[in-house]
């Protein structure tokens, strides 16, 4: 290796590996709140709300635990980007085809599923908020408008957009929360760890840790970081900046949405329906205690969780799936991120197309139980795959320089977050497979 140029298998030359670094700021945050917004949707609200209203704030070190996870995962995901020029895809490629196999019909059928799922979830404040109009009207509509504002591929756009959707979430939730006059003691209570004792209640847990800002979502964050022209290791710091604030702004948003959860439900001893419609029935209780402005202000948040789930996902997960088509079949060595698609490529418009219009017919009929458990079983071990996967790719001596790789305490955590999500695996396995043999 001579001092201008590294070996074929590391994508950046020595010069680029040791350019300063760039300082971070708050001007230069984005990418993360793209990833966290889309990550935090109506069913982590639903989960959060339940949590309060079954536990109250036994669960508050959880969503820390989750925080804390997060941030790991999807450092470990910028910086393999960021020191290699390989996208994560590409990484798992050099892994071996297993994870392609494994890849490949997970995206598809997410896919499918969570287009409907999503544009269902954004409809439904909008159907509370005018209820003279279908909601399937809304539905559509949330589809071709997400459809339409991603074609355009103009990153900035996306970023400005989500950056409005997050704040609205994020100020109508809080305000909620705040409105409920919380304990700060048996807050501070709630971050001494403590187990539910009932049947179900490590479900909970679980769901707290893992669900503080989605699944395949934190992979695609090395796409955002490309997209905003952040593909040098000299953005390190402030990719690491950018995803720490982003993470910690969803944390407090949970937390906030867990204070509604007890202050409105756990002590009056309510409960909320399953699904996102127990959104709607938590504007109800907000209406019914604090007057109807409440009630839409919370719908306004809700709707804005939801959109902005849906938009970032047709803009990230295309980019996910366009570089799944296009490299799947090449050699992993010869891969670096000039072999990754933009939006404007034909997988990349298929994809957002797959996710808009097939899965609106899913919106006029009960959603395909075949579907339903394939989607269950794969994207259960979602979350063990990337945990373990980042082990062994941020470790790679052939790929990733040595200053960037897993330092000890990288390795102690990701092996601790493999393990819990390997458990969340498991136990939604479980619960994915059990109509297969009858159960409940």
């Known amino acids: 290796m001579t001092d201008t140029n590294q070996s074929a298998d590391v994508g950046f030359t020595e010069a680029e590996l040791n350019e300063p670094k760039v300082k971070p700021s708050w001007k230069k945050i984005g990418p993360g709140i793209v990833a966290a917004a889309t990550g935090v949707g109506a069913a982590d609200l639903v989960a959060t709300l339940t949590a309060g209203s079954r536990y109250g704030y036994m669960l508050v070190w959880a969503i820390v635990v989750g925080v804390l996870m997060k941030i790991l995962l999807v450092e470990g995901v910028g910086r393999y980007y960021l020191s290699t020029g390989k996208t994560i895809f590409q990484g798992w490629r050099t892994l071996g085809p297993w994870t392609s196999w494994y890849f490949g019909p997970y995206i598809l059928i997410w896919g499918i599923v969570y287009g409907a799922t999503a544009m269902s979830s954004t409809a439904l404040p909008l159907a509370a908020l005018f209820p003279a109009v279908d909601l399937k009207v809304f539905a559509i509509a949330a589809g071709l408008i997400g459809l339409a504002l991603v074609w355009l591929d103009h990153y900035q756009l996306i970023e400005t957009l989500m950056m409005i959707l997050i704040g609205i979430m994020f100020f109508t939730v809080l305000l909620s929360a705040v409105l409920t006059l919380p304990n700060l003691g048996d807050i501070l209570a709630g971050l001494i760890p403590r187990l539910p004792s009932e049947e179900g209640g490590m479900f909970y847990v679980l769901a707290m840790a893992g669900g503080v800002g989605g699944t395949i979502t934190l992979a695609a964050y090395g796409y955002w970081l490309r997209e905003k022209g952040w593909n040098k290791p000299k953005w390190l710091r402030v990719m690491r900046f950018d995803n720490a ?150 470790n790679q001596k052939r790929f990733v320089p040595k200053p960037f790789r897993n330092k000890w305490f990288h390795n102690v955590f990701l092996g601790m977050t493999a393990g819990v999500f390997v458990a969340m695996g498991v136990n939604e396995l479980y619960e994915a497979l059990t109509p297969l043999w009858g159960g409940g």
Do not use: C
């Open 245 to 394: 604030t982003a993470y910690v702004l969803t944390g407090i948003f949970v937390f906030s949405t867990m204070i509604m959860g007890v202050e409105l439900l756990y002590s009056a001893g309510l409960a909320i329906s399953a699904g996102d419609q127990g959104l709607v029935d938590t504007s109800t209780v907000l209406a019914d205690r604090y007057g109807e402005a409440w009630s839409v202000v919370f719908l306004i948040g809700f709707f804005a969780a939801s959109f902005s789930s849906l938009l970032g996902v047709w803009h990230g997960v295309s980019l996910m799936f366009a570089d799944f088509w296009t490299n799947f079949r090449r050699p992993a060595d010869e891969l670096d991120q000039d072999d990754a698609p933009t939006l404007k490529s034909t997988p990349a418009r298929f994809y957002m197309l797959m996710l808009t219009f097939p899965t609106m017919i899913l919106l006029f009929f009960d959603q395909p139980i075949f579907l339903i458990l394939l989607y269950g079983t794969l994207g259960a071990l979602f979350m063990p795959f990337l945990a373990v996967t980042l082990l062994f790719l941020n």
